[in-house]
Nanobody
């Protein structure tokens, strides 16, 4: 299995920025498309951004133009730069492959992002 550890969340005011990090325990991560997902209370987990092994990116309409996903395979890491944050971005953020392969990449604990004044 590949362990995924997310970090970088916190409390931020509307309009603020955060940078999330996800570090994988094994370099096999580099061959997979990776995604950032989020889950708000009472909601289903949703995919917000994806980056392929070749670094092509795709975003949910709700975050397009505000979030940027990137990866550093040498560091076994994927990042999510979040700008112009809105209260509706409040959720626990997770990384995993796209689509999720939760037997090989078990879900981590995620990192809480709270956008509030």
């Amino acid at each position: 299995q590949v362990q995924l550890v997310e970090s970088g969340g916190g409390l931020v005011q509307p309009g603020g920025s955060l940078r999330l990090s996800c570090v994988a325990s094994r370099s096999i991560f580099s061959v997979y498309a990776m995604g950032w997902y989020r889950q708000a209370p009472g909601e289903q987990r949703e995919l917000v951004a994806t980056i392929t092994a070749g670094r092509s990116t795709n975003y949910a309409d709700s975050v397009k133009g505000r979030f940027t996903i990137s990866r550093d395979n040498a560091k076994k890491a994927v990042y999510l730069q979040m700008n112009s944050l809105k209260p509706e971005d409040t959720a626990v953020y997770y990384c995993n492959t796209d689509p999720p392969r939760d037997k090989l990449f078990p879900w981590g604990q995620g990192t809480q992002v709270t956008v509030s004044s």
